[in-house]
């Protein structure tokens, strides 16, 4: 993997379990079926493929690092499961502080795959977007198999998006408008 990949992600590739996963949707009380679901640093693919088990209107996946945005492709290209509810699966290369979103509800979802300064500003830069597009819902669920306190204050400090749910291995952080839409 390319220096320049490394220093932008935590330096440590590893899979999320579907544990993980589970405990953090679940924990987010939504209709899917509304949200475009993004994740960044997505790696081989695994999140997109779990996030497919949900009806989602489209998932995407954002991944810095060339080599591994290359076996999500083929990952995606052959993925098929009889549990899968959304099979609009889009791959992208790219930075994640440079991507723009699609338009509509979105659900942000990162594993642990930004170095704390590069979490802080993409969460900057989507406290701005939330901002400008305030009837936006935005909702992004940060995960961590150790830890959330691995990102310090990374969370704190946002004018426009605010935890919602805090637990150990996740966070999970909404707009004004997201918050109107999570079931309790």
Known sequence: MPLADVARGNGVYRALTEGVF???MDSVKIDPRL???VDIGS???????MASNLPFKRIIGIENAVGLHEIA????ATYRSESQQCTEIEVLYGDALAYTPPPGPLMLFVFNALAAEFMRALLKKLDQEA???KGRPVLLIYTNVR???EMGDAFDGLTNLHA???KRRFVVIANAAARELVQD
């Open 43 to 49: 790696g081989k693919g695994k999140v997109l493929f």
């Open 22 to 24: 589970r405990a953090a």
């Open 35 to 37: 949200f475009t679901f």
């Open 73 to 76: 492709v083929r990952n995606v």
């Open 131 to 133: 901002a400008a597009q």
């Open 147 to 149: 830890s959330v306190s």
């Open 164 to 166: 919602i749910r805090r």
